[in-house]
């Protein structure tokens, strides 16, 4: 059978669904969790469109299939380039090395080696779903080299990269051993979207000082290998939410009900504070518990009155230092219960798994304080689903600037969770500023997202690729636009 094409291509590590075999034997495809699929899952709704990316499962991959409306393409990736490619390269090399080095980063030339074979892969199997003349959409920081290596096989495609997770700055992307190959891997694009202007500009500024290459605004001239010269251009498309389908699921009578049935069943306290994050050192989990602990310590907070529901879903649990974080945060937990718990009535819930939406919504609408402390995040999708679903303009939030949600929610709590005296001095705020301060400062935030939901994200990602500086230009002149 012929491959389908497609005119526009997404490409991202993992496919949006996770295979679960029906109690018929019969395979089932759930949505897997995370920002990404999150944001692009409502995005490609609207559109026809392919998705390229990896099933989740070692070996061969399943043949391409239709789901939830789109095309799936799965691409293969062997039990060792899980652990090279995956876990290796793009967790413990570039997570860390991209969200300031919070945890060292490991460097490795056999996982580069599979990094690079991966995303040959994935080049191909965009290739073989691209219709000609199509838009390809590449995704985040596993798959940067696949934009020059669709260049290299189709000059047809219009190709553009979005970085989900920050851009890091230049003395940290320096380390990177194979700091020039991913800045050449990333300028076979045409156009390349960054959470944050900060963003864009790092990686110009990388491209500049680390391998010479001329900028000027927001753009950087590149010459392929066909000795053709190009205008690459960068520039912050901050992502967002499907504010319109989230707010429709928060106002369900089923999803209220539940709200009012969770904080019955916590036993009415005052203030409910709510965590929700993967399980990652860059959300700042203990950094946030380490300020509810004190809180309780020095008496300005007390259980049952109060209560702190942490939902912190499961996340790379083979990478090391993810191990390490969850046995930290369960210690911290079993000491905060076993020092400030009445029977019945822990002072902390914690909750190691992951919920469907609906009950996502409901813990958002009967949280009073929601607390999003990363010490580095590309956006943070949490800060803007808290907001969404409260209607009632009930809430608060109390927000990193460490996040890219920071610099267009600033009505939120803001904080530092590096600076523990002033994440209490935060929460406390958060807990007891007047109730109609309050409001105002949640329609503020509400209507921001509102206006700028994830279809505006998209359709601004495609727009800008669409417009992006113009085809090789063999006399080596600038391209057409700026
Ligand atoms: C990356 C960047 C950027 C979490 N637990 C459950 C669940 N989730 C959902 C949340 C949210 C998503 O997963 C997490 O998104 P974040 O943005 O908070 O964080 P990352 O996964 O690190 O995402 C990040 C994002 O990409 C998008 O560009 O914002 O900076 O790191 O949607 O609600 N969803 C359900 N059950 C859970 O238990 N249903």
């Not at 995370?34 to 991959?61: I, K, P, Q």
């Not at 267009?408 to 807990?431: S, Y």
Request: glycine share 6%.
């Amino acid at each position: 059978m012929a491959t389908r094409k497609f005119d526009l291509v997404i490409a991202a590590n993992r496919l949006p669904v996770d295979r679960v075999v029906g109690p018929d034997g019969r395979n089932e495809w759930h949505r897997s969790p995370g920002g990404l699929v999150t944001a692009m899952d409502s995005v490609m709704r609207h559109r026809d469109g392919a998705w390229v990316g990896w099933a989740g499962e070692a070996g061969e991959a399943p043949a391409p299939f239709a789901e939830a409306g789109m095309w799936l393409h799965p691409v293969p990736v062997s039990r060792e380039e899980i652990t090279s490619y995956y876990e290796g390269f793009s967790n413990e090399t570039l997570w860390p090395i991209y969200h300031d080095v919070i945890v060292p980063a490991h460097f490795h030339r056999e996982w580069w080696a599979d990094y690079r074979a991966v995303n040959e892969r994935f080049a191909e199997a965009v290739c073989d779903v691209a219709a000609p003349g199509a838009k390809v959409w590449i995704h985040d920081y596993q798959l940067q080299l696949v934009p020059a290596l669709v260049r290299e096989r189709r000059s047809d495609v219009r190709i553009g990269w979005f970085n989900h997770i920050p851009f890091p700055p230049v003395e940290l992307f320096a380390q990177l051993p194979w700091r020039s190959r991913i800045i050449e891997g990333l300028l076979g694009a045409d156009y390349l979207g960054f959470q944050r202007q900060a963003d864009a500009q790092n990686f110009l500024r990388a491209a500049r000082q680390l391998d010479g290459r001329t900028t000027k605004g927001e753009t950087v001239t590149t010459t392929d290998p066909d000795g053709s010269v190009r205008v690459v251009r960068a520039s912050a498309v901050p992502i967002s939410v499907d504010y319109e389908g989230l707010d429709e699921l928060a106002r369900t009578p089923a999803v209220e009900q539940r709200a009012e049935q969770i904080r019955a069943s916590l036993g009415d306290p005052e203030v409910v504070m709510l965590g929700v994050d993967r399980l990652d050192y860059t959300k700042g989990i203990r950094h946030r518990l380490k300020a509810y602990e004190e809180l309780l310590v020095d008496g300005t907070l007390r259980s049952p009155e109060v209560t702190f529901v942490q939902v912190a879903t499961p996340s790379r649990e083979r990478v090391a230092a993810y191990r390490q974080l969850r046995s930290e945060v369960e210690t911290t937990v079993g000491r905060i219960n076993g020092t400030y718990s009445a029977i019945g009535r822990p002072a902390l819930h914690y909750l190691h798994r992951s919920y469907p939406r609906e009950e996502m919504a409901a813990l958002f609408q009967m949280a009073d304080v929601m607390l999003v402390t990363p010490l580095r995040d590309g956006m943070n999708l949490v800060a803007k689903e808290y907001v969404t679903c409260r209607h009632d303009d009930g809430g608060a939030l109390v927000l990193s600037e460490f996040t890219g949600a920071w610099h267009h929610m600033k009505q939120a709590f803001v904080c530092n969770p590096h600076d523990i005296e002033g994440l209490k001095l935060t929460m406390m705020r958060a807990i007891e500023t007047d109730p109609r301060q309050k409001r105002r400062q949640m329609r503020a935030l509400r209507r921001q997202v509102s206006e700028n939901d994830v279809q505006t994200w998209a359709d601004r990602f495609l727009t800008n690729l669409e417009l992006a500086p113009e085809r090789p230009d063999r006399t080596g002149a600038k391209g057409a636009r700026p």
